[in-house]
């Protein structure tokens, strides 16, 4: 199993929008780095969800439910996207702050790549992640 963190500003989709599908499309994205991370995404494999913008947090945890596809949004044909099932939140939502302040996490391309939307974690940083959250691993 693979883990991820994946990038959503809450106004346009939060972590309640996805809790209350269950199972949804994460779909938009135009970068082709984030674009080849959700191609590399297997079933089972696990993603924080991550809410951008103005809270800039950690706050729940997804599965991947379906693997990359065409995202039917996209005109061009050229990016895809994947559905993920919401599992739970955390207990404590882990800041930006909280991250950037742990040096464990520094190798992380959320702080390296800041901009960028799908990231990978590896899986030592998704432990210290889960346990700043205050769920199991």
């Known amino acids: 199993m693979a883990f ?3 990038k ?7 972590w309640d929008d996805h809790a209350a599908a269950g ?15 959700m191609k590399a995404m297997h079933l089972g494999d696990r993603a924080f969800f991550y809410h951008s913008v103005n809270e800039k947090c950690i706050v ?4 991947v439910a379906k693997e990359y596809y065409a995202d039917p949004t996209d005109p ?4 895809g996207m994947v559905n993920f099932k919401a599992l739970m939140p955390l207990v404590s939502p882990v ?14 391309a959320l702080i390296r790549q800041s901009r960028l939307s799908v ?3 590896d899986d ?6 889960c346990a700043m959250g205050g769920i199991e691993a």
């Open 60 to 63: 729940g945890v997804l599965e």
């Open 76 to 79: 061009s044909g050229r990016f």
């Open 8 to 14: 959503s500003e809450p106004g346009a989709w939060s």
């Open 23 to 37: 199972v949804a499309e994460w779909d938009g994205v135009r970068n082709y780095q984030a674009c080849n991370n």
């Open 4 to 6: 991820w963190l994946v």
């Open 124 to 129: 030592e940083a998704w432990t210290i992640l």
């Open 95 to 108: 800041s930006l702050a909280d991250i950037k302040a742990d040096g464990r996490l520094d190798h992380l």
């Open 119 to 121: 990231t990978p974690i």
